[in-house]
């Protein structure tokens, strides 16, 4: 926000608050195409992520720097990651998401914001990996604990399984093997925790609500007593709901405990819809098949949980092989003695793009390895694993430069740790690493970028422009840089080579001329820029370079400098092409890729508007010389004719006033006088303004007391004043010292203060001139009581033509810019301080000093 609390069109943080609706929008468009967003409703796809918005301009914008962002906002992409995962996406799905969306507010920031501030995108680029690696970490915390989950519940279900297809067994022999019983069930656990796992005889549904709320008290009272009962029995102790557990008609319930080796570990209850009780061969029945099966029960549960345990450790292998795989890092695991490597993952082979089967030493997988600032190769030593597994170092967050089995260099992120056995000796290093290519080619770019545009914008001269662009090119994006400007642009077509050496930058030169023109070539180039559409050309092979294949003058040139791959892009702005750029690398051994082309075009259309800029500023500033110039030469070629009216209009008032009584004359005569007048005061302002511009006004500069000055100015105006009935006053320090300046100037610049300020000011109202010293200058200031300024009108206040609508007072827009040109001609400033409804007040300043000029 700026001073006013208004939002601040230059900030991101802003920007995002402000477009939000814009930004989701076009985010939900870019994700649909992932494979689990196809099955989710708009707002189950966007759910967490206006949130994460509010988080991301949190912490992109001035306060999110220095203040703590709110904790359930820092939450929020973890929230999102957890959602997510509850619909079935992968890490990486996760991932795309937020690399779309910080593609998206780039996007729009470009297009529909300030486009600027290299510093903002930074913030967003930080905030943005700091949402990423909340959401991975909590995605990953999560999935794994899911899986833990899962694997709990599935090795007790099988294990309940084979437990309670015995006890199903059990009780349905039971049942035949003692008639009175109609139904048995058999509950596991203790006092406070039984559960039923077999029943038999259920036949209209299993126990729910308050029946199996009264099974388990009967259950929990069987128990307490050690020894089997009779629901009669045991009701004296019950609360009056267990006899709940009749709703199914039975007559007679007898429980009995399951008991090994001292300990309760369940309760098996039967019930008979016929018999008022059971009899005492059915309850000694019930209590031998009871007890005989209570250890087969025990050998089940351990069996089940041994079975269940291996499972248990299978599954916990296969879930650690599956985190290892799905791990958004790569990972080797090194054994210290052999440097042999134990275990490795996918990731490693793609970021590093090379297998790791077979390899038997440290020496077999470091890669080639370069230190980031010094480019400096890595000793075999050196290397994070190598310092981990010899000394037991800890490596935290590393950034290493590599070039990977295909040839082609990245960065990774390493960190590396030991693995210690019990007694505290290093057995193996475990080292992970985060490709983190992409994340610093982008964040080279914008750094460049953002250099580019302050450079770009430090020059508003055309050839000015393309040099630095040049300049900006090499070598940071390219060997070569060749700008070819078009002839609409300027009177004959320009061509701009920079390369690092001047030498080499002659023979080019030379070369060019052979090829040039080349209809190929320019077929091409001409391609470029009626598509308006950059056009990268990794290779000598590329189709494009077909025709030129057999041109002997263009082989040669390609040969000799060296070129390895190019890209060719269109300076386009506001409409208008203003030429192309053709980039190529050569002895860097570079290949440009599609990143290097998008960072390309966005250079160029950032030169475009730079070259436009700097062509509209010169086409301006002729059409303010050529203005000037008319406006010096009509105002000097009126000054005579205005003069022989003026004078004529003296004549006719004297002879007016010798016929007395004719009032009718003498009042169209004031009229032309008064209008003649007017103009002379129009004209002397444009010559003025003139002469200040083209700087041929000449300050007759003398030492002058400005307490003088000042008296001198309200004089001139007490008149005036009077007559609207408006107070004028002066005041000034008593120790002014003397200055050197124009009087006449000075007195121009108070004077045009004070008709502006007699003009707002109502009557009873007061105009205050004032001279006071202020350090190495005398400030003049004219106050006055008037309506004040808007302050949408203050900026503009000094620009020539300029006509404020306050109070319907019309001027000629000129006064204030010629008084400022004459302020600034004596080395000082001026300002104004005005508030709606209490008045405003002019200063500016007049140097201390003495002496002619």
């Not at 003069?643 to 209009?649: E, Q």
Request: aromatic share 4%; net charge negative; hydrophobic share 40%.
């Amino acid at each position: 926000m700026d001073q006013l609390g208004r939002p601040n069109e230059g900030r991101l943080s802003d920007f995002i608050r402000r477009h939000r609706d814009a930004i989701l929008e076009t985010w939900k468009q870019r994700v649909q195409t992932l494979s689990p967003a196809r099955q989710l409703s708009d707002p189950m796809l966007t759910d967490h992520i206006p949130s994460v918005l509010v988080y991301i301009a949190e912490v992109t914008g001035e306060a999110g720097a220095g203040a703590e962002v709110d904790r359930k906002l820092r939450g929020m992409p973890g929230y999102h990651a957890l959602n997510r995962l509850a619909h079935g996406y992968d890490l990486a799905d996760v991932v795309k998401e937020y690399a779309a969306l910080r593609a998206v507010i780039v996007e729009l920031w470009e297009r529909d914001g300030d486009g600027d501030g290299g510093h903002e995108l930074i913030r967003l680029n930080g905030a943005l990996d700091d949402a990423i690696a909340d959401a991975v970490t909590r995605y990953q915390e999560a999935r794994v604990r899911l899986l833990q989950a899962l694997d709990l519940i599935s090795a007790a279900a099988l294990g309940s399984t084979d437990l309670d297809a015995f006890l199903t067994a059990l009780i349905r022999a039971t049942r035949e093997a003692t008639a009175a019983v109609d139904v048995a069930m058999v509950l596991l656990g203790d006092g406070d925790a039984l559960e039923v796992h077999a029943t038999a005889g259920l036949d209209d549904g299993p126990l729910l609500g308050p029946p199996l709320e009264a099974t388990r008290e009967f259950a929990r009272a069987v128990l307490a007593l050690r020894g089997p009962t009779s629901l009669d029995a045991a009701l004296p102790t019950l609360p009056a709901t267990a006899r709940e557990i009749r709703s199914r008609g039975l007559r007679a319930v007898y429980g009995v405990p399951l008991i090994h080796d001292g300990h309760p570990i369940g309760v098996a209850i039967f019930g008979s819809r016929n018999a008022e009780e059971f009899s005492e061969e059915d309850t000694l029945m019930l209590r031998t098949m009871t007890s005989r099966a209570t250890g087969i029960i025990v050998q089940a549960q351990l069996v089940a949980r041994e079975r269940a345990s291996r499972h248990q450790a299978d599954d916990a292998r296969a879930l650690l092989a599956t985190v290892v795989e799905q791990m958004p890092a790569g990972l080797i695991i090194g054994e210290r003695e052999t440097g042999r490597v134990l275990l490795t993952n996918r990731q490693a082979t793609e970021i590093f793009r090379q297998s790791f089967e077979g390899i038997q030493s440290i020496e077999g997988y470091i890669g080639r390895g370069f230190h980031v600032q010094s480019g400096k190769a890595y000793e075999t030593w050196e290397w994070p694993l190598s310092r981990t597994v010899t000394t037991g170092e800890v490596v935290n967050n590393e950034e290493i430069d590599v070039l990977r089995g295909d040839g082609t260099w990245g960065r990774i992120l390493v960190r590396s740790t030991p693995v210690r056995d019990p007694d505290g000796r290093v057995s193996a290093g475990v080292v992970t690493f985060f490709d983190i290519t992409e994340r610093t080619r982008a964040e080279q770019a914008q750094r460049f970028l953002a250099a580019a545009s302050a450079s770009l914008s430090d020059s508003l001269d055309f050839q000015g422009t393309l040099d630095r662009l040049g300049r900006i090119t090499v070598p940071e994006l390219g060997d070569w840089c060749v700008i070819q400007t078009l002839p609409e642009v300027e009177a004959a077509r320009r061509v701009t080579v920079t390369h690092a050496s001047p030498e080499t930058i002659k023979k080019a030169r030379a070369l060019l001329r052979d090829v040039d023109p080349l209809p190929g070539l320019s077929a091409l180039v001409e391609d470029v820029l009626c598509s308006e559409r950059p056009e990268l050309i990794r290779d000598l092979s590329h189709p494009l370079l077909a025709p030129l294949a057999e041109n002997a003058a263009f082989r040669r040139l390609v040969r000799e400098l060296g070129i390895t791959s190019a890209m060719l892009v269109p300076m386009v702005a506001r409409g208008r092409t203003f030429g192309c750029i053709a980039l190529a690398t050569a002895e860097s051994g570079r290949v440009y890729d599609e990143e290097d082309l998008a960072v390309a075009h966005d250079l160029a259309q950032r030169a475009a508007l730079a070259a436009d800029n700097a062509r509209l500023y010169e086409a301006a500033q002729r059409a303010i010389e050529l203005r000037d110039n008319v406006l010096a030469t009509v105002s000097h070629d009126l000054r005579n004719p205005l003069s022989a009216i003026i004078t004529a209009a003296a004549v006719i008032t004297k002879r007016a006033a010798a016929r007395s009584g004719d009032k009718g004359d003498a009042k169209a005569i004031q009229a032309i006088q008064r209008s003649a007048h007017r103009m002379d005061r129009l004209i002397h302002d444009l010559l003025d303004f003139a002469s200040l511009r083209a700087g041929r006004l000449e300050l007759r500069r003398q030492p002058q007391d400005p307490r003088e000055i000042g008296r001198e100015a309200v004089e001139t105006f007490e008149s005036q004043a009077h007559e609207k009935g408006v107070r004028l006053g002066a005041a000034a320090d008593d120790d002014l010292p003397i200055i050197a300046c124009d009087r006449d100037r000075v007195l121009q610049v108070l004077s045009n203060l004070l008709s502006n300020a007699l003009k707002v000011t109502g009557a009873q109202g007061s105009v205050t001139v004032r001279c006071e010293r202020r350090e190495e200058h005398v400030v003049f200031s004219v106050s006055d009581t008037g309506p004040g300024i808007p302050e949408d009108e203050l900026p503009y206040l000094f620009e020539r033509f300029w006509r404020g609508q306050r109070n319907g007072y019309k001027g000629t827009g000129l006064g204030l810019a010629i008084a400022r040109e004459l302020v600034a001609a004596h080395g000082g400033t001026i300002s104004v301080d005005s508030r709606v409804g209490v008045g405003t007040t002019f200063r500016f300043t007049i140097p201390l000093g003495n002496g002619e000029g």
